[in-house]
């Protein structure tokens, strides 16, 4: 089952301007991670916000989270061609089994130079 | 820093060979994974294990069976590998409590001739 599902499923923006993408996810969730794949790599995890957080920041990241609406977007400021990634969201839901994340599709994010 | 390895990069095999892949962690981390990725499906849960010698079903367990002997090693195995199963494979671990990340490997590039 997709916890997570992103939009969009690609996004082509120039260098310096900011990354905004969304994920929605279908059941109550404990926290939701955003991670981000290389081009034929494993995941690195970005960020983690908590159910009861409605914003986080990291660097350039920012996290928001709507439990109402059960979604959460992802915002890269300023954005460099090393941001060019896939970038996947992940609900974590205690209430089922108590040790998977489960991962939407991805939004593939190019930055052009 | 948390370490995650597979064993191959890059793996080549044929219809009906028995297939092994490792996945080691150095971080003394309860919770491992397997996940396989493919275009269009993002990351699905093979299976995954919460102690030594203990494992669960993912979401798409046919096929595939794990060990896990030691807390720092899981392995996947494809007891009899079809052209299906032609797959990036992750494999990643986590740490006990909810909030922590998922750190994966770096993949295995998996092509069943």
């Known amino acids: 089952s997709q916890q997570g599902e992103e939009d969009p499923q690609a996004l082509s923006i120039q260098e310096g301007e900011n990354a905004t993408m969304n994920c929605s996810y279908k059941t109550s969730i404990n926290n939701l991670q955003w991670y981000r794949q290389n081009s034929g790599r494993g995941l690195v995890h970005l960020i983690l916000i908590r159910s009861n957080e409605r914003e986080k920041h990291s660097g350039r990241l920012r996290v928001t989270l709507d439990t109402s609406k059960k979604s959460s977007s992802l915002l890269i400021t300023a954005s460099r061609a090393a941001d060019t990634a896939s970038y996947f969201c992940?609900?974590?839901?205690?209430?089922?089994?108590?040790?998977?994340?489960?991962f939407g599709k991805g939004t593939l994010l190019t930055v052009n130079p | 820093d948390v370490k995650v390895t597979q064993s191959s990069r890059y793996l080549v095999k044929r219809t009906g060979e028995k297939v092994f892949l490792e996945c080691v962690q150095d971080?003394?981390?309860?919770?491992m994974f397997w996940y396989r990725q493919d275009p269009g499906l993002g990351l699905r849960l093979i299976y995954f294990?919460?102690?030594?010698?203990?494992?669960e079903k993912g979401d798409i367990p046919e096929g595939y069976s794990v060990s896990r002997e030691k807390k720092e090693r899981f392995s996947l195995i494809l007891e009899s590998a079809s052209t299906n199963q032609t797959s990036m494979y992750l494999c990643?671990?986590?740490?006990?409590?909810?909030?922590?990340?998922?750190?994966f490997g770096p993949g295995t590039r998996l092509t069943v001739t």
């Open positions: 990643a671990s986590r740490g006990e409590r909810a909030t922590y990340e998922q750190y």
């Open positions: 992940a609900g974590f839901n205690s209430g089922g089994s108590n040790y998977k994340l489960t």
């Open positions: 971080m003394d981390h309860e919770n």
């Open positions: 294990s919460y102690d030594v010698k203990m494992k």
